[in-house]
């Protein structure tokens, strides 16, 4: 999962504090990218992107996001976003003034499109210095929509504690690796039966739960660079392509080929 970013972006608009400007947007184009670097800001912000895959890491999560996700991000949460090859990212920031009944821990979410286009008559406001009353009725939708949002499951739990950072550092640098939980325990110098109790107490599911989310994840990102479904499986370890497309199926409901088409094309 080791990628090269070439361009850092900066984006100021989650520090404003402002009841005039509500919220406000920022949507582009760009290749190989990241936030300069993880920062937290007062605003609450809506990630998504129209194409592509993008990784949004918080303090206690990993989501691959793709284009029919989003994040939800609480003010005041550190957080740090890449793109991997081609995004268009589409992103909001919410005033610290309208976040009452939102919500107050971040998730993935499963958009829809109605909510996207919401969104996107929002962004064609351009970010005026004062809402109109036609503008304001429209913004009182959206953030009704966000009011009502739902945690999704393509996500990542992580952890600070340091032996489990070891295993799962070593798990993300090789997706395709197929040794047992003996071998990462014996990295982080401890046994496997306390490195098990760890993942269901710092991370919430087993070894071998987070292993194969870790493919699910990987594989979503693939998926946004057009590699075909052969290559995904050989590239995760997989002995045959039908045994990764049965797995892929089982766990978030599509096959492969057909997990990043959108509902009506």
């Keep these: 999962m080791n990628i090269d970013y070439k361009t850092n972006i900066k984006i100021d608009y989650g520090f404003e504090v402002n009841e005039l400007r509500p919220v406000t947007t920022y949507s582009e ?4 990218a990241k936030c300069a670097h993880a920062h937290a800001h007062p605003r609450a912000q809506i990630i998504s992107c129209d194409s592509g895959v993008m990784e949004v890491v918080t303090t206690n999560n990993i989501w691959m996001v793709n284009s029919l996700q989003g994040v939800w991000i609480p003010g005041n949460e550190e957080h740090q976003v890449y793109f991997p090859n081609n995004v268009k990212v589409i992103t909001a920031f919410i005033d610290e003034s309208k976040l009452s009944g939102l919500p107050r821990d971040s998730f993935a979410f499963e958009t829809t499109s109605f909510l996207s286009s919401l969104l996107e008559k929002i962004i064609s406001f351009s970010n ?3 809402l109109d009353r036609q ?5 009182e939708v959206f953030l009704d929509e966000l009011s009502a949002l739902r945690p999704g499951t393509t996500f990542l739990p992580t952890s600070r504690d340091k032996r489990i950072r070891i295993v799962l550092d070593a798990l993300t640098n090789d997706v395709s690796d ?14 496997p039966r306390t490195l098990s109790r760890l ?20 594989a979503i990102r693939l998926l946004g660079e057009n590699k075909s479904v052969k290559e995904i499986a050989f590239e995760l370890g997989y002995e045959n392509v039908s045994s990764f497309i049965a797995v892929f199926k089982k766990h978030l409901g599509k096959t492969p080929a057909n997990y990043l088409v959108k509902q009506g094309q």
């Design 29 to 32: 184009d760009v290749q190989n």
């Design 199 to 218: 993942f269901h107490k710092e991370l919430g599911m087993s070894f071998g739960d987070w292993k194969m989310r870790l493919k699910l994840m990987e």
């Design 128 to 130: 005026p210095d004062k």
């Design 135 to 139: 503008q304001e009725r429209v913004v």
């Design 178 to 191: 197929k040794h047992t939980i003996d071998h990462y325990a014996g990295m982080a110098f401890i046994s």
